[in-house]
């Protein structure tokens, strides 16, 4: 399957992998920009070539009794984002309860154009006591890179503009969303 995804993601997309994901058994992967539900497919190949073990989690309406075994099936897990229910730390609670456990999320939280990323990956992170893999998906140059991992600290302003210079610039699906 590894040579399938890479054959598929080099050869007919033409796309190319820029670094590596660490083999730490437990990290956020926060992947910059959402733009598009192709994001998905990209991730899948990517996760794929790695051969690491790295789980998503989606809007729990995409879970349904059609497409749940599907997601599921890939790694995926449904989240209820409706109101404040703690979201925090129930994936702070599953850190917790594995020794290896890695998960991919989008920090803008949308598909939609945002200009700050939103909070909830990065407190997972620093609550859970886990690294941060920034992820570019830049489809302006058909490549996926791979940052070096990031450690939280104590302060999230100089955090957050650290993570967000990372991502200036690069070129979602859908160009005019791009973070």
Not at 4 to 22: A, H, M, N, Q
Not at 149 to 155: A, K, M
Request: charged share 25%; proline share 5%; glycine share 8%.
């Amino acid at each position: 399957m590894r040579n399938l995804s890479k054959f598929i993601y080099t050869r007919l997309l033409g796309w190319k992998l820029v670094g590596v994901f660490p083999t730490d058994p437990k990290y956020i992967v926060a992947v910059v920009p959402h733009t598009s539900w192709l994001d998905f497919f990209i991730g899948i190949l990517v996760r794929s070539i790695s051969g690491e073990s790295i789980n998503f989690v989606g809007k729990k309406e995409l879970f349904t009794p059609l497409t749940s075994w599907f997601f599921k099936g890939l790694g995926g897990a449904p989240i209820d984002r409706s109101g404040n229910k703690g979201s925090v730390e129930s994936m702070v609670a599953v850190f917790e309860a594995h020794e290896k456990f890695r998960i991919a999320l989008a920090p803008e939280g949308t598909r939609k154009k945002v200009s700050k990323l939103r909070t909830g990956f990065y407190h997972i992170a620093k609550k859970a006591h886990v690294p941060i893999v920034p992820v570019s998906f830049d489809y302006g140059n058909k490549k996926v890179v791979v940052h070096p991992i990031f450690n939280t600290t104590v302060n999230e302003k100089k955090d957050f503009e650290f993570l967000e210079q990372l991502f200036k610039g690069v070129e979602g699906y859908a160009l005019d969303k791009s973070f």
